[in-house]
């Protein structure tokens, strides 16, 4: 048994406790399950606190309405955490994705709490694009009668750092409705600050609401399950790493990897557009060239989440090091004075882009401190951003797999002076450990990346280097459930010989028929550098034609330039093919993406 699995069966339920508790929930209700959530959540945060039993009232209770707007899954588990903590509280809670709700419900809500991701430069995640146009536009109505707050979630390595919740928050306010709360915005490492605003909000939430609530403690969840999973972010599943194999070719500039993991006897389950989190452990050696570099001892104590561990432990396994915040920028250049860093503080473009291409040993390396400044391993780690796990397309359908999972990871790599760097997790899964190592991973379901529930609805695959990982997965979960709609795969690379990614496989279903078309678009084959992009606007005509029928479009990959120029191409189509205007064809293709025809996997 791996060292780490045995740690984590030590937390978990033996074979007797585990039977008994099945017994005791057998015969609840999902109501009462929903509430032993919110109940267990509360003994586990603080075991000496009693929580009162809940009694439901036949009284019809005010209702506290959670909503959220997610892209990845971080902003759906924040709201279901804090349904589960309301429920526990005895409040009604509704739960519901921005999706599933019409936007003039909105006038209906009462009391609201929203949790809200940003989705790639100030957009909202495609669940929430409904709702936040429709609060933004003229139709949207007064909301004087509306109490709420807004969790917002972000990065700050962006420019539009939760804009998504920050429009929310302020076209609330235009409207008329009240904060209960004020808004917070958070960071990629938001854990805390998140439990502190539900944990506020809640109080808030009761105090309006007691006066509105019978005598006895009502809870009740409409359309929600707050079930939480075994396995999460927070408390991931210790895997078994099966297979890390190299599949471009000798030749090329890309180090790509098929990377099996086995899941074991976790349970947990996902779907073809699902996503595996993965947590990493930062290299050892660049750990060790960090620390050499700041003359610190590697065996000093820091103290991390009330817990003390070695300066050199909580660099490899606590800390972002290969990933640089604008935050730690801004410490070491007032720390160092550097010129060059100082003039970076007053250019938000030019820091954000230096962050991106500068890890934390390289920022520390650049600015050297004067002789008569100090930084200790406390001070220093305290600049730091905590360590995040990282999200992986699905590669696989577990109708053929079963308890595997299997991911396509492109290892990140490059020359920084005379040194060579690889990314967090990436260079953790090529190089980090050894087949039949440990991995911590969880499963982040993605309702927003999913197959037509129709088999006969034809689909359209744009996925270039290892944007192709999820439809793999599409193909399988197709053949197994023996879906009879057509399949179009748009693949694009640097070269045929060296980048073509599963090659074999593709060839197999067209062969099969599986695959009804595939076109390529390898750049460097030719003197005119040809793109997913390009092929698209040569097979005007046929997409159109699919698009009229029912088709479904899927994007995944490069959000920075290939998304946008796939969506300007698939545009040009639809007002040429469609012999409709810019405006039209605009509405056209937001038409797709609100019935969930046009859907988009981009990082």
């Known amino acids: 048994m791996l060292p780490e699995q045995q740690k984590l069966n030590q937390t978990m339920l033996d074979t007797n406790q585990l039977a008994s508790f099945k017994q005791s929930i057998n015969d609840l209700?999902?109501?009462?399950?929903?509430?032993?959530?919110?109940?267990?959540?509360?003994?586990a945060e603080n075991p000496?606190?009693?929580?009162?039993?809940?009694?439901?009232?036949?009284?019809?209770?005010?209702?506290?309405?959670?909503?959220?707007?997610s892209q990845t899954g971080n902003a759906k588990g924040v709201a279901k955490s804090l349904a589960a903590l309301a429920a526990a509280e005895g409040l009604s809670v509704e739960l519901k994705s921005m999706g599933e709700i019409k936007p003039k419900a909105i006038k209906n809500i009462t009391h609201l709490l929203i949790v809200a991701s940003t989705n790639g430069e100030g957009e909202a995640p495609d669940d929430a694009i409904a709702l936040h146009e429709f609060l933004a536009s003229k139709k949207a109505p007064k909301l004087d009668h509306l109490q709420y707050s807004v969790l917002a979630l972000g990065d700050t390595s962006y420019e539009f750092f939760c804009q998504t919740g920050k429009d929310f928050d302020l076209n609330l306010e235009k409207l008329g409705a009240k904060r209960l709360a004020p808004r917070v915005d958070c960071d990629v490492d938001y854990d805390a600050d998140a439990k502190t605003w539900s944990t506020t909000v809640v109080k808030q939430a009761k105090e309006l609401l007691a006066s509105e609530v019978a005598t006895n403690n009502v809870v009740t969840l409409t359309n929600a399950t707050i079930a939480e999973d075994l396995y999460t972010k927070q408390s991931p599943y210790t895997a078994e790493l099966l297979l890390s194999q190299k599949i471009t070719g000798r030749d090329s500039a890309k180090d790509v990897r098929h990377v099996e993991i086995d899941l074991g006897e976790s349970g947990l389950t996902y779907q073809a557009g699902d996503a595996l989190g993965v947590w990493f452990e930062n290299s050892a050696s660049l750990v060790d060239e960090l620390i050499t570099e700041l003359a610190i001892d590697d065996q000093e104590q820091v103290t991390v989440a009330n817990e003390s561990v070695t300066i050199a432990e909580a660099l490899k396994t606590k800390f972002e090091?290969?990933?640089?915040?604008?935050?730690f920028i801004e410490f070491w250049a007032n720390k160092s004075q550097a010129k060059t860093l100082l003039d970076l503080l007053d250019d938000k473009a030019a820091l954000r882009e230096y962050a991106a291409n500068h890890q934390v040993v390289d920022v520390v390396k650049s600015a050297s401190l004067p002789n008569e400044t100090k930084v200790n391993a406390q001070e220093f780690i305290d600049a730091l951003r905590k360590i995040t796990p990282r999200l992986y397309s699905i590669a696989s359908s577990q109708s053929e797999v079963e308890e595997e999972v299997h991911l396509t990871v492109g290892l990140v790599q490059y020359e920084a002076g005379d040194?060579?760097?690889?990314?967090?997790?990436?260079?953790?899964?090529?190089?980090?450990?050894?087949?039949?190592?440990?991995?911590?991973?969880?499963?982040?379901?993605?309702?927003?990346?999913?197959?037509?529930?129709n088999n006969d609805t034809p689909v359209i695959m744009i996925g270039p280097g290892t944007g192709v990982a999820p439809f793999r997965a599409f193909m399988q979960e197709r053949e197994a459930t023996e879906a009879s709609g057509d399949n179009w795969l748009f693949f694009g690379d640097q070269t045929f010989t060296q980048d073509f990614l599963y090659q074999v496989e593709w060839q197999g279903y067209l062969k099969s028929g599986l695959l009804t078309k595939i076109d390529l678009a390898f750049s460097r084959d030719q003197a005119e550098k040809i793109y997913v992009q390009d092929r698209l606007l040569e097979n005007a005509d046929e997409i159109f034609a699919w698009l009229e029928r029912g088709a479904h479009i899927y994007v995944c990959g490069d959000m920075s330039r290939m998304a946008k120029d796939v969506e300007a191409a698939l545009l040009s189509i639809i007002?040429?093919?469609?012999?409709?205007?810019?405006?039209?064809?605009?509405?056209?293709?937001?038409?797709?993406?609100?019935?969930?025809?046009?859907?988009?996997?981009?990082?």
């Open 29 to 43: 209700s999902p109501l009462q399950l929903a509430w032993a959530s919110g109940y267990l959540a509360a003994k």
């Open 48 to 69: 000496n606190t009693a929580v009162a039993p809940a009694v439901v009232s036949s009284a019809v209770a005010s209702t506290l309405t959670i909503l959220y707007g």
């Open 321 to 327: 090091i290969t990933q640089t915040s604008i935050q």
């Open 419 to 453: 040194a060579f760097r690889q990314g967090g997790a990436s260079g953790f899964l090529t190089n980090g450990i050894d087949e039949g190592g440990a991995v911590k991973v969880f499963v982040e379901h993605n309702d927003n990346f999913r197959l037509p529930a």
């Open 575 to 603: 007002a040429t093919k469609g012999q409709l205007s810019q405006e039209q064809a605009a509405e056209y293709l937001k038409d797709l993406r609100n019935a969930k025809r046009y859907q988009k996997d981009v990082y």
